[in-house]
């Protein structure tokens, strides 16, 4: 059993920064990639920020430049640091892990961007 564990979450102004984690556990044998994903309220989910095997990360347009997504395998953890936020980014934000067999979800945490 795979589990992945969000935080970091919370209420910051526009143009503030929040880092996201998301930890690591269970029997992961392999990983193709990992990432983080994004669900606003009333739209589908998307694609933040992903991080392959191979070590290509690929960003969202939106996120481009403000947002970087790091993983450090000694802590199982896997990082995304949001800088200059805006109210477009305001969502629950997801972790998740595909070992090329399934793919596994975090319970996702809030993230508020307003004034």
């Known amino acids: 059993q795979v589990h992945l564990a969000e935080s970091g979450g919370g209420s910051v102004q526009p143009g503030g920064s929040l880092k996201l984690s998301c930890a690591l556990s269970?029997?992961?044998?392999?990983?193709?990639?990992i990432g983080w994903y994004r669900q606003a309220p009333g739209q589908m989910r998307e694609m933040v920020a992903t991080?392959?095997?191979?070590?290509?990360?690929n960003y969202a347009d939106s996120v481009k430049g403000r947002f970087a997504i790091s993983i450090d395998l000694a802590q199982n953890t896997v990082y995304l640091e949001m800088n200059n936020l805006t109210t477009q980014d305001t969502a629950v934000y997801y972790c998740?892990?595909?070992?090329?067999?399934?793919?596994?979800w975090g319970q996702g945490v809030q993230v508020t961007v307003s004034s």
């Open positions: 998740r892990l595909n070992n090329g067999a399934s793919l596994y």
């Open positions: 269970g029997k992961i044998f392999s990983i193709a990639d």
């Open positions: 991080n392959s095997k191979g070590g290509l990360k």
